[in-house]
């Protein structure tokens, strides 16, 4: 959500008082005496190593740590406590005992407590050290639950005989861990109380008073001190428009960096190669391809690396985009090279590609290309002779040299590591960089995409080529398991072929899931015995993969058991059964690209997930089949991901914002970032001076082009 704090008094910043917008951005520079907030924490060495787990080194860490919620707690007074009801209530001790107890494992602290309503009785469980800790005369606040004649405390702070009343303010709840709970993180913060005004202000007055936003320290005082709900929402609001802000202008400083002084190979249009191409092509393109052919037309006309990541639908043809995009590179004059994370995926597109090209030169460069064809390959790669190519992370390694490579199409991109992507740009010929159209056949939520791929520009493809059946898909428990290979027997006498996906390639003593070895040799034996049944997955070499992914193209098998290798790539019209055995334990995005393999020709297809039926995962897939929607509620239950950097799955992760709930603020952030580095592509002017050392401190190196 985000907050309205357009009445919000921005008193840190002015001294009090609602501001307009100029008095906000004349307002004085207070100055931080940063340093302090580098002492160490006041606690002991366990303490200290919880506190390591949270992040928290320093007093300036320990500030940052912000409460996930604050809890505005009824007050009470004893007298009105009514049973099973949580309150908070403010006491003084009268007297503090440990009771007996016949459990070995329960220890029972009780004490006496009195305030103006009368007396009563609380307890604490297992906190023996209270006992001794605790003295008569202390005033506390207590938060837990009357039951049994006893409040029992769940929380409890000591405070000062003149503090306000039961319910005088909110509760700042911090996330913990083993060995500091929330409550001990309480009173460290509360110990340090206004070491938050030695923060660094990164964000210009002139840029806080157009968003609206409040000072860093004086958003952390409403975060941990909240003078109401109000207050604390705007606090919580600045605080994680900056982590966003900072993350967004990193990537358009990456994105900037990255092409700043480099040109790439202008590709116009020749109307030849790709003219002749698209006149034999048996179908037409959708309006989406269309689209982004000529978009990306566009891109490589201009002499600047284009950056693009193409996503789509399952089946939406995003291979003969990327061909075109090839092709236009090849009648330039320049080369361009397909890049797949695996041996199978680059075969499966190398075949796709040679049938639809059989006038273009063309060749496929994997791991396991012997030694010969290798030695062949290298040398018109280096001449020039041949204008495509195909491969996996072999077209990156050190003997590979290209003569003019102008474009990188990058498959699956996520698979690859940014010094991996990053290693194709060496490969281009003197000063120039290549082209590089990224692909993936997963849909990316815009919340992903502007925080893990904000450095890249974006085409959909949604539009699926015409004739396209939906696909008919449920989940399935064991009871129905018998009802469901019927099914599939219905369906192959028909003339129609299956897969049946196994999470693992061989059987596990630890995992009790259903492996692709057995599971073929126990349907080749029962369920299918009537029917050809073959073997795939990623520890077969090269030869026997490509065998089997023959046979079954060829309609030479009925049946194909095997692991996930076959996700992507893989293109089978007359397929149209796709078993999923232990569809728990794959992402939603696995399964609904899974799922792609069949509904690729004429007739009705099937997906049946062996699985929990109260799976929320296999629930939903089973009702949605559009890609962008389930990769939108993959996001939502995967959770956070890593930080800006190699790794490229995942939301990153921020201290106080949480995405998708925050995505309004992420497309604030990102509107302002890109109007920040518009007016200053390199942050250099010197009112941006503590801002750029901010978003380095945090990001550093990856806002520079990694060196090749």
Same mark, same amino acid.
């Given at each position: 959500?985000?907050?309205?704090?357009?009445?919000?008094?921005?008193?840190?910043?002015?001294? /009090? /008082?609602?501001?307009?917008?100029?008095?906000?951005?004349?307002?004085?520079?207070?100055?931080?005496?940063?340093?302090?907030?580098?002492?160490?924490?006041?606690?002991?060495?366990?303490?200290?190593?919880?506190?390591?787990?949270?992040?928290?080194?320093?007093?300036?860490?320990?500030?940052?740590?912000?409460?996930?919620?604050?809890?505005?707690?009824?007050?009470?007074?004893?007298?009105?406590?009514?049973?099973?009801?949580?309150?908070?209530?403010?006491?003084?001790?009268?007297?503090?005992?440990?009771?007996?107890?016949?459990?070995?494992?329960?220890?029972?602290?009780?004490?006496?407590?009195?305030?103006?309503?009368?007396?009563?009785?609380?307890?604490?469980?297992?906190?023996?050290?209270?006992?001794?800790?605790?003295?008569?005369?202390?005033?506390?606040?207590?938060?837990?639950?009357?039951?049994?004649? +006893?409040?029992?405390?769940?929380?409890?702070?000591?405070?000062?005989?003149?503090?306000?009343?039961?319910?005088?303010?909110?509760?700042?709840?911090?996330?913990?861990?083993?060995?500091?709970?929330?409550?001990?993180?309480?009173?460290?913060?509360?110990?340090?109380?206004?070491?938050?005004?030695?923060?660094?202000?990164?964000?210009?007055?002139?840029?806080?008073?157009?968003?609206?936003?409040?000072?860093?320290?004086?958003?952390?005082?409403?975060?941990?001190?909240?003078?109401?709900?109000?207050?604390?929402?705007?606090?919580?609001?600045?605080?994680?428009?900056?982590?966003?802000?900072?993350?967004?202008?990193?990537?358009?400083?990456?994105?900037?960096?990255?092409?700043?002084?480099?040109?790439?190979?202008?590709?116009?249009?020749?109307?030849?190669?790709?003219?002749?191409?698209?006149?034999?092509?048996?179908?037409?393109?959708?309006?989406?391809?269309?689209?982004?052919?000529?978009?990306?037309?566009?891109?490589?006309?201009?002499?600047?690396?284009?950056?693009?990541?193409?996503?789509?639908?399952?089946?939406?043809?995003?291979?003969?985009?990327?061909?075109?995009?090839?092709?236009?590179?090849?009648?330039?004059?320049?080369?361009?090279?397909?890049?797949?994370?695996?041996?199978?995926?680059?075969?499966?597109?190398?075949?796709?590609?040679?049938?639809?090209?059989?006038?273009?030169?063309?060749?496929?460069?994997?791991?396991?290309?012997?030694?010969?064809?290798?030695?062949?390959?290298?040398?018109?790669?280096?001449?020039?002779?041949?204008?495509?190519?195909?491969?996996?992370?072999?077209?990156?390694?050190?003997?590979?040299?290209?003569?003019?490579?102008?474009?990188?199409?990058?498959?699956?991109?996520?698979?690859?590591?940014?010094?991996?992507?990053?290693?194709?740009?060496?490969?281009?010929?003197?000063?120039?960089?290549?082209?590089?159209?990224?692909?993936?056949?997963?849909?990316?939520?815009?919340?992903?995409?502007?925080?893990?791929?904000?450095?890249?520009?974006?085409?959909?493809?949604?539009?699926?080529?015409?004739?396209?059946?939906?696909?008919?898909?449920?989940?399935?428990?064991?009871?129905?398991?018998?009802?469901?290979?019927?099914?599939?027997?219905?369906?192959?006498?028909?003339?129609?072929?299956?897969?049946?996906?196994?999470?693992?390639?061989?059987?596990?003593?630890?995992?009790?899931?259903?492996?692709?070895?057995?599971?073929?040799?126990?349907?080749?034996?029962?369920?299918?015995?009537?029917?050809?049944?073959?073997?795939?997955? /990623?520890?077969?070499?090269?030869?026997?993969?490509?065998?089997?992914?023959?046979?079954?193209?060829?309609?030479?098998?009925?049946?194909?058991?095997?692991?996930?290798?076959?996700?992507? /790539?893989?293109?089978?019209?007359?397929?149209?059964?796709?078993?999923?055995?232990?569809?728990?334990?794959?992402?939603?995005?696995?399964?609904?690209?899974?799922?792609?393999?069949?509904?690729?020709?004429?007739?009705?297809?099937?997906?049946?997930?062996?699985?929990?039926?109260?799976?929320?995962?296999?629930?939903?897939? +089973?009702?949605?089949?559009?890609?962008?929607?389930?990769?939108?509620?993959?996001?939502?239950?995967?959770?956070?991901?890593?930080?800006?950097?190699?790794?490229?799955?995942?939301?990153?992760?921020?201290?106080?914002?949480?995405?998708?709930?925050?995505?309004?603020?992420?497309?604030?952030?990102?509107?302002?970032?890109?109007?920040?580095?518009?007016?200053?592509?390199?942050?250099?002017?010197?009112?941006?001076?503590?801002?750029?050392?901010?978003?380095?401190?945090?990001?550093?190196?990856?806002?520079?082009?990694?060196?090749?």
């Amino acid at each position: 959500m985000v907050a309205d704090f357009s009445r919000v008094k921005f008193s840190a910043v002015i001294g /009090g /008082g609602d501001a307009t917008i100029d008095q906000l951005a004349a307002a004085p520079i207070r100055w931080p005496r940063p340093s302090l907030l580098r002492a160490p924490l006041p606690v002991g060495a366990k303490t200290l190593e919880a506190a390591e787990r949270l992040g928290i080194r320093d007093l300036g860490d320990l500030i940052e740590h912000v409460p996930v919620t604050h809890e505005f707690r009824a007050g009470r007074q004893i007298k009105q406590l009514k049973a099973g009801e949580e309150a908070t209530i403010e006491v003084e001790l009268r007297s503090i005992s440990l009771r007996p107890t016949r459990r070995r494992n329960l220890r029972i602290v009780e004490a006496v407590v009195l305030d103006d309503s009368g007396s009563g009785k609380a307890v604490w469980f297992n906190q023996q050290w209270l006992a001794k800790q605790l003295e008569p005369g202390t005033h506390l606040r207590l938060f837990g639950k009357m039951k049994g004649g +006893a409040f029992q405390v769940k929380e409890h702070t000591v405070i000062g005989a003149s503090e306000g009343g039961a319910d005088s303010g909110p509760i700042s709840v911090y996330p913990g861990t083993e060995g500091l709970k929330s409550q001990r993180l309480r009173e460290l913060v509360d110990a340090v109380r206004g070491i938050e005004l030695n923060v660094i202000e990164a964000l210009p007055g002139r840029f806080r008073a157009r968003e609206r936003l409040m000072g860093h320290a004086d958003a952390l005082s409403e975060m941990h001190f909240p003078s109401d709900q109000r207050a604390s929402a705007a606090g919580r609001e600045r605080l994680a428009f900056e982590e966003l802000f900072l993350q967004q202008l990193a990537l358009g400083l990456r994105r900037r960096r990255r092409v700043a002084g480099r040109s790439a190979p202008e590709l116009p249009a020749q109307e030849t190669l790709v003219a002749r191409w698209r006149e034999r092509l048996p179908f037409e393109f959708t309006g989406d391809q269309r689209e982004a052919i000529a978009t990306i037309d566009r891109d490589l006309a201009r002499g600047v690396p284009m950056q693009r990541l193409l996503m789509g639908e399952v089946g939406s043809g995003k291979t003969v985009v990327a061909l075109s995009a090839m092709l236009r590179a090849a009648e330039n004059g320049g080369q361009a090279a397909l890049m797949a994370p695996t041996e199978t995926l680059a075969e499966q597109h190398f075949a796709t590609l040679n049938a639809m090209l059989p006038e273009v030169p063309l060749a496929l460069l994997t791991g396991s290309t012997p030694a010969a064809r290798r030695k062949e390959i290298l040398a018109r790669l280096a001449t020039g002779e041949l204008p495509l190519i195909v491969g996996t992370h072999a077209l990156i390694e050190e003997p590979v040299e290209f003569r003019n490579l102008a474009l990188a199409v990058v498959d699956e991109q996520h698979r690859f590591g940014v010094r991996q992507r990053a290693a194709l740009d060496a490969k281009a010929p003197g000063e120039l960089l290549p082209h590089v159209l990224h692909m993936t056949a997963t849909p990316i939520p815009r919340t992903l995409a502007l925080t893990g791929y904000g450095d890249l520009d974006f085409t959909q493809i949604k539009e699926l080529p015409r004739g396209r059946r939906p696909i008919s898909t449920r989940v399935i428990g064991d009871a129905q398991r018998e009802d469901a290979y019927e099914q599939v027997r219905e369906q192959l006498r028909a003339g129609r072929q299956a897969y049946v996906v196994c999470p693992l390639v061989s059987e596990s003593e630890v995992l009790q899931v259903r492996a692709a070895t057995v599971e073929y040799e126990r349907l080749a034996a029962g369920e299918f015995k009537d029917f050809r049944v073959r073997l795939i997955h /990623g520890q077969m070499p090269s030869v026997e993969k490509a065998a089997a992914m023959k046979a079954f193209g060829d309609h030479e098998a009925d049946v194909l058991v095997a692991t996930s290798v076959i996700e992507v /790539g893989i293109d089978v019209p007359n397929a149209t059964v796709m078993i999923i055995e232990d569809a728990d334990r794959y992402g939603i995005s696995q399964l609904h690209q899974l799922r792609g393999r069949v509904g690729r020709g004429e007739h009705e297809s099937f997906c049946m997930l062996f699985g929990n039926p109260a799976s929320r995962r296999l629930r939903a897939v +089973a009702a949605e089949r559009d890609g962008f929607k389930l990769a939108q509620v993959d996001l939502e239950l995967r959770g956070a991901g890593e930080e800006l950097g190699t790794r490229q799955s995942g939301l990153p992760r921020f201290r106080v914002a949480v995405l998708p709930e925050d995505n309004l603020l992420l497309e604030r952030a990102n509107l302002a970032a890109d109007r920040l580095l518009t007016e200053d592509p390199a942050l250099d002017a010197p009112e941006q001076a503590l801002l750029r050392d901010s978003v380095i401190g945090r990001y550093g190196e990856e806002i520079d082009p990694i060196p090749a």
